[in-house]
C-alpha cells in the first residue's frame, strides 16, 4: 500500500484517510486527491471490502458511548456550573461594589462611635494641654 499527500495527482482508485476515516474514490482516468496535506493510503478494492464495514461497524459501537458520555460531560457541566455560578451570584450580592472616589470609613468593631464634637476623651484633653504649653512656652 502506498502513501499519499492531500492535492497529489494520482491514478484511478481507492484511497483511504486513517485520520478522518473516510475513502476517496478517484475515477479511473486518475485525479487529485482532496486536502492540503492529509495523508492517504492506496487500498486494493479487495482489501476495501473488509476496510469500509469494520469502520463502519466501530463507528456504530462507538456512536452510542460517544453519545452517553457527551450527556454526562453535558450534566457534570450544568450541575458544577450552576453551582460555581451561584456563588458568584451570591459574592456579588453580599460585598459591595467597588466606586472609585468612595471612602467608607466605618470603623472596627467594638470601636465607640462618636459623633462630631463630642468630648474629648482624657488622654485626648491631656495631648491638647501638652501642645498648648509648648507653644505657650517658644
Known amino acids: 500500500m502506498a502513501k499519499y499527500t492531500g492535492g497529489a495527482n494520482v491514478k484511478g482508485g481507492y484511497y483511504w484517510n486513517p485520520r478522518a476515516?473516510?475513502?476517496?474514490v478517484v475515477p479511473s482516468?486518475?485525479?487529485r486527491l482532496p486536502g492540503d496535506g492529509a495523508r492517504f493510503v492506496k487500498v486494493p478494492f479487495p482489501l476495501l471490502l473488509v476496510v469500509v464495514?469494520?469502520?463502519g461497524a466501530l463507528f456504530l459501537m462507538f456512536m452510542?458511548?460517544?453519545g452517553f458520555a457527551l450527556l454526562v460531560h453535558?450534566?457534570?457541566k450544568k450541575v458544577t456550573g450552576g453551582v460555581k455560578e451561584g456563588a458568584a451570584d451570591l459574592a456579588a450580592t453580599v460585598h459591595p461594589g467597588w466606586r472609585p472616589g468612595e471612602a467608607h470609613f466605618t470603623g472596627k468593631p467594638g470601636e465607640e462611635e462618636k459623633a462630631p464634637g463630642a468630648a474629648p476623651t482624657k488622654e485626648l484633653?491631656?495631648?491638647e494641654?501638652?501642645?498648648a504649653r509648648k507653644r505657650g512656652d517658644e
Do not use: R, T
Request: aromatic share 4%; no cysteine.
Open 129 to 131: 494641654d501638652e501642645i
Open 29 to 31: 482516468e486518475g485525479g
Open 64 to 66: 452510542p458511548v460517544i
Open 74 to 76: 453535558a450534566v457534570v
Open 53 to 55: 464495514p469494520v469502520l
Open 125 to 127: 484633653k491631656a495631648l
Open 21 to 24: 476515516w473516510a475513502v476517496e
